[in-house]
């Protein structure tokens, strides 16, 4: 925050916009005036960091503004969403919409979400190459679409590694009721689906009826199903697989004969723009299902969606005392036979399922509360994580203090002749001339070819 900023020249020319009046009459008068004070002070801007956004907070515009009244000039957090806004912003039509237009990008953990988003953005977005999910949260990401001020909204998938359902629905029904209180409604929905599965699994089909549940038949006719990851499988089982989607009663096809369209997202720019502008088109505003029930005060057991949830974690419980019950006459057998390798083998595995078993109790618990006590528990993780990643970052700083204190004693130890040896940094085998600064990568007795100083480098 940078305080205590005169503007003696500039403040007569804001005199002349009238800012001493004792009241502002209008919204669009004053939204006119700020303008022109800002653009009275962007000068100012240099004193900044470069490219960072500012907002001026005037104490009073009222008429006890004088010559030698304080101005603040407050330069808000720069985030990477805020660049692209600011890079969209450039590329604006005149005529663009003052309301974006909201698309919700779903689909499976690891379907290609974010390579669909970073495609459409040009930006790079964490993409995961591995069995652990990029999308832990919902996600907001605008872009320009054509003549339309658009917002991606990335949710996470179900079945995700660090996350139960329940949790992932919480997060989307939070979302939901959020844009719904803030008078913003979805104009579709675009659904992934990973072409180079070689089948529909179990999880694959309960997320594909949770997502049914979810959205709601009637709201199909603005939503895309978009199968990806053509280039790095076959063409003839692609096509195949895509035949399977749409002509089977247990896939696709019932969405189909409800409104729903089938695309392939051909991981190109392109592509993904064809797709957005497919549910631009349409122009039509839809309330998902999930969205009317918790807007209502549903629980979120009480939800289509939440209710196949409740279910699974039934089934699972029931498998979980199943297995409990085999694991029990094990321990039983080994004790009889004095089998000690195998009794501690059974022990780590009761450990293991009484925790799976803790989970699903968690669970079933988080479906059944209320909005209030969802959002207290998340905030109470929320500030867990924050508590933890404090505390690792303490740790590293120390490691790193330690090392480098490492690194001096070893430099004090070394002979006279070695003391102009200058290292770079922990992390590259980097030294520098310590006449001339120039920067080198050799190891050993090095001559400067700049200044013909000799020194020694060594790590």
Known sequence: MIMGYLVDGLLDRVADMDLRQPKITSHSTAKQQGQQLTALLKPMTALLKPNRPFSLLVADCGPRLEMNDTVEVVPPPYSEQDRIWDAARHTLPENIPERAKLIAIMGPT??????FISKLTATEMKIGHNLNSCTQEVKEVPCIVGNHHV??????????TNRSDTEILTAVADWMKGSYEADMRLSGIIYLHDISDTRMTNSGLLHLKMFRNLCGDHNLKNVILA?????????????????????????????????AVVRRFENSPESATDLVKKILDKGQKIVPT?????????????????????????RLQKEHDQEKQALLEEVQRAKKEQNRSMQEALEVERQRLEKKMAEREEEARQLHMTTNEALQLRIKKLEEEQEQRTAEEAELAEEIEQFGQKVQDFQSKLPKKHKHMVRLGF????????????KSADEGRWLCPDCGHVQVNVR
């Not at 690891?110 to 390579?115: D, E, I, N």
């Not at 999930?290 to 039934?314: P, R, S, W």
């Open 151 to 160: 917002i991606l909204v990335d949710t996470p998938g179900f079945n995700d």
């Open 227 to 259: 199968t990806t990851k053509w280039g790095v499988t076959p063409l003839q089982d692609a096509r195949r697989r895509e035949k399977d989607l749409t002509s089977d009663t247990r896939f696709w096809r019932p969405m189909i004969a409800a409104g």
């Open 427 to 438: 992390w590259h085998s980097s030294w520098k001339c310590q006449v001339c600064k120039k």
């Open 110 to 115: 690891g379907v290609g979400k974010s390579t």
């Open 290 to 314: 999930i969205q009317q029930e918790v807007v209502k005060g549903t629980k979120l057991a009480d939800t289509q969606a939440g209710a196949i949830i409740e279910a699974t974690i039934a």
